[in-house]
């Protein structure tokens, strides 16, 4: 009786194990896909990076892989000493790819920092400036 228990009991462990490693596989496959590439765009009249599916104020000047240079006031220097002004909805890839689409993927952007709108994620997660919870944003 006791050894049909234990394995009933085993059984049921088993197949609950199963079943959180599909979903979690299935959870992180879904992530993958809507996930905006890492750039800095104008947003509201604001250079932002978004690094890691985590969307925060641009503080410092970057390059990119080409040698583009954006800066915080929205200029980009391209390679070949051209200039350009981002607007709204204006982003650039790390690699240096300039896109003039609007920001399709922002509107997915569900997750802010009670403390720090501006903060904003596709997923749930930590503030990268104050490390508190991001919260679900009220639709």
């Given at each position: 009786?006791?050894?049909?228990?234990?394995?009933?009991?085993k059984?049921?462990?088993?197949?609950?194990?199963f079943?959180?490693v599909?979903?979690?596989?299935?959870?992180a496959?879904?992530?993958?896909?809507t996930?905006?590439?890492?750039?800095?765009?104008?947003?509201?009249?604001?250079m932002?990076?978004?690094?890691?599916?985590k969307?925060?104020?641009?503080?410092?000047?970057?390059?990119?892989k080409?040698?583009?240079?954006?800066?915080?006031n929205?200029?980009?220097?391209?390679?070949?000493?051209?200039?350009?002004?981002?607007?709204?909805?204006?982003?650039m890839?790390?690699?240096?790819?300039?896109?003039?689409?609007?920001?399709?993927?922002?509107?997915?952007?569900?997750?802010?920092?009670?403390?720090?709108?501006?903060v904003?994620?596709?997923?749930?997660?930590?503030?990268?400036?104050?490390?508190?919870?991001?919260?679900?944003?009220?639709?």
């Amino acid at each position: 009786m006791k050894n049909s228990r234990l394995i009933s009991t085993k059984m049921a462990s088993l197949v609950t194990l199963f079943l959180m490693v599909i979903s979690l596989s299935a959870n992180a496959q879904t992530a993958k896909k809507t996930m905006m590439k890492d750039c800095c765009m104008m947003k509201d009249g604001k250079m932002m990076v978004m690094k890691d599916g985590k969307t925060m104020p641009m503080e410092k000047d970057m390059v990119m892989k080409n040698g583009t240079k954006c800066m915080t006031n929205g200029e980009c220097i391209m390679k070949d000493g051209s200039k350009m002004m981002m607007k709204n909805g204006d982003y650039m890839e790390m690699s240096g790819k300039m896109s003039t689409d609007k920001m399709k993927n922002m509107s997915s952007m569900n997750y802010t920092c009670p403390m720090h709108p501006e903060v904003s994620s596709d997923k749930p997660g930590k503030c990268s400036k104050c490390g508190m919870d991001l919260v679900k944003k009220a639709s």
